[in-house]
T-cell receptor
Framework: SQTIHQWPATLVQPVGSPLSLECTVE??????LYWYRQAAGRGLQLLFY??????ISSEVPQNLSASRPQDRQFILSSKKLLLSDSGFYLC????????????FGNGTRLTVT | KNQVEQSPQSLIILEGKNCTLQ??????????LRWYKQDTGRGPVSLTI?????NTKSNGRYTATLDADTKQSSLHITASQLSDSASYIC?????????????FGTGTQLKVEL
């Protein structure tokens, strides 16, 4: 069966520090991978998606970047965190089929102080 | 602009009771509609997915309906349990030149009490 791992579960970082959140998927090949941010009282916002190794699409301009060094690994990064980067970050995967549901990780609660 | 609106924003019901959550959308052209359940501090989990031709779909005590003409969907929960307490998110997929694009509702926060 397929599983998705996301870590860490919680993170407190000072403003200006770097960030690296990791996400790995097991049990599937060539998945589409996604990073979402969920703010309180708002719908999930797509940050990045990837259809293959090294292929990253950004949905919104921001202080974050993403990389996909391996087929089933997706990394969310920042060189210098801002207060506004605080939030709940969710990694997800889906198959290439248009009606495939998203399978989410358990998220990372990031607090920038 | 593609939008998904859910109501009510929050809901409290007694264990064993039924409830219905609503989702209205303006996403066009439409591809499919999904309902997710999100427990506090966890990632959302897919409950149902419906395409244009499907009017209803069940998953245990969860039954989703879709009226593509009025662009409305509902999620009915039967004989609620304490474990049903969660946020329920409606997600509509629209067709674009580059593939499907998802629009998320802000969710209905359901609390089931004794």
């Amino acid at each position: 069966s397929q599983t998705i791992h996301q870590w860490p579960a919680t993170l407190v970082q000072p403003v200006g520090s770097p960030l690296s959140l990791e996400c790995t998927v097991e049990g599937t090949s060539n998945p589409n991978l996604y990073w979402y941010r969920q703010a309180a009282g708002r719908g999930l916002q797509l940050l990045f998606y990837s259809v293959g190794i090294g292929q990253i699409s950004s949905e919104v301009p921001q202080n974050l970047s993403a990389s996909r060094p391996q087929d089933r690994q997706f990394i969310l990064s920042s060189k210098k965190l801002l207060l506004s980067d605080s939030g709940f970050y969710l990694c997800a995967w889906s198959t290439r089929h248009g009606n495939s549901p998203l399978h989410f990780g358990n998220g990372t609660r990031l607090t920038v102080t | 602009k593609n939008q998904v609106e859910q109501s009510p924003q929050s809901l409290i019901i007694l264990e064993g009771k039924n409830c219905t959550l609503q989702c209205n959308y303006t996403v066009s052209p439409f591809s499919n509609l999904r309902w997710y359940k999100q427990d506090t501090g966890r990632g959302p989990v897919s409950l149902t997915i419906m395409t244009f031709s499907e009017n209803t779909k069940s998953n245990g005590r969860y039954t989703a309906t879709l009226d593509a003409d009025t662009k409305q969907s509902s999620l009915h929960i039967t004989a609620s349990q304490l474990s049903d307490s969660a946020s329920y998110i409606c997600v509509v997929s629209g067709l674009t030149g580059g593939g499907n694009k998802l629009t998320f509702g802000t969710g209905t926060q359901l609390k089931v009490e004794l």
